[in-house]
């Protein structure tokens, strides 16, 4: 969860930027094992399933590999890419599953799959889910995937100044949410 | 701050099996990228310029074109873009229209096309345009009504000109005799 703030002139992926936009293997497993765990948790906290996390995230470095010949910027440019693809992939997967919504009484009762949830707080998960899409995408970017406000920004292509204010909003919010269902 | 603490809950490691399944795919991909050919830059450069040198050729073309040219829904079609700079082409372009098909075209025809030129210049209220659109209406007036000249029957009666061959002369039942020479259609059989 590291949140260094200043905007860095390098950046720990600047050296594969080249070879990303020339579709080599190294470069794209090197950026691969250095950003997964941040993409997955980010779609873990936007979908509420591992599975379906994982999924989004491997969607999303096939994209890459098709679309980085025209990506440009350096390493930082590839991060923001890459979160920015999740992010609507997510959104997508979570649009689809309102549309093919099965109501819940209608479904048998079945033990819950996916073991990570179990260990989440039930009252988290639901404040979480009242929030707007906006302000779980927010809260999620800057306290699970450990983006500064600076690189939230640039994935939601917002200001800085209006990040950091939603982010208070949002905090606030669930806060009070939180304490509503306890 | 604490109750924000939990969210590191959400936060998830991808286990070593996953990692290898996505960098298959991944370098699955990459081959794949490699075997497709790259896009044809060239062409798509060539087509572009292609495309930008032939958008205004076909605008300067579509110029002096009148309602029933080929062309005529290119330049009406780029009217609107040109009219942003200059207003009064499209009055202009009316009023040079109607001057070349006025002799043309039937009454009700000359009306609408008189209606729209006179809108056109009522816009830019221009009064040398006006006059000779006044011009073009008075001309009009004074001319006796035109025999317009329908598609050709079916069957032609034989003992009747052919239509398609009729001259200013006016159509008459008795047989011509005297027909001028230079009216004469090449083929057209002159009877005695």
């Not at chain 1, 204010?165 to 606030?172: C, G």
């Amino acid at each position: 969860m590291g949140s260094a703030e200043g905007v860095a002139s390098s950046h720990p992926l600047d050296r594969w930027a080249d070879g990303i936009r020339a579709g080599n293997d190294d470069a794209f497993a090197a950026v691969y094992h250095d950003t997964v765990g941040d993409l997955t948790s980010f779609a873990f906290g936007l979908l509420g399933s591992r599975g379906a996390a994982e999924d989004v995230v491997q969607d999303s470095f096939i994209e890459l590999v098709r679309s980085s010949r025209g990506i440009r910027g350096e390493g930082r440019s590839i991060r923001v890419w890459l979160f920015r693809c999740v992010r609507f992939r997510s959104l997508d997967e979570l649009r689809r599953r309102k549309l093919h919504a099965i109501p819940t009484d209608a479904l048998p009762e079945i033990p819950h799959l996916d073991h990570q949830l179990d260990e989440i707080d039930s009252g988290l998960e639901e404040a979480l889910n009242k929030l707007s899409d906006r302000h779980r995408t927010l809260l999620i970017l800057h306290h699970v995937a450990g983006l500064s406000g600076q690189e939230v920004a640039e994935v939601m292509r917002s200001s800085r100044g209006a990040v950091y204010a939603a982010i208070a909003r949002a905090e606030r919010r669930l806060r009070q949410l939180m304490e509503e269902t306890e | 701050m604490r109750d924000l603490e939990k969210l590191d809950r959400y936060r998830v490691e991808v286990g070593p099996e996953r990692r290898t399944e996505d960098l298959q795919a991944i370098t699955a991909a990459l081959s794949q990228r490699r075997q497709a050919p790259r896009p044809r830059r060239h062409a798509i450069r060539w087509t572009a310029a292609a495309v930008a040198l032939l958008i205004p050729t076909a605008a300067l073309a579509a110029e002096n074109t009148v309602p029933g040219d080929l062309l005529y829904p290119v330049k009406t079609a780029f009217e609107p873009i040109r009219m942003v700079f200059d207003r009064a082409t499209a009055a202009s372009n009316r009023v040079d229209e109607l001057e070349k098909v006025s002799d043309q075209v039937d009454d009700r025809t000359f009306d609408s096309r008189l209606h729209e030129a006179r809108r056109e210049v009522d816009r830019i209220d221009d009064e040398t345009l006006r006059r000779r659109l006044d011009l073009l209406e008075t001309e009009r007036l004074d001319t006796p009504p035109r025999a317009v000249i329908e598609s050709p029957p079916d069957s032609v009666p034989s003992d009747r000109p052919d239509p398609g061959t009729l001259t200013t002369n006016p159509p008459t039942t008795e047989p011509v005799r005297d027909i001028p020479t230079e009216t004469i259609v090449p083929g057209d059989r002159v009877e005695d």
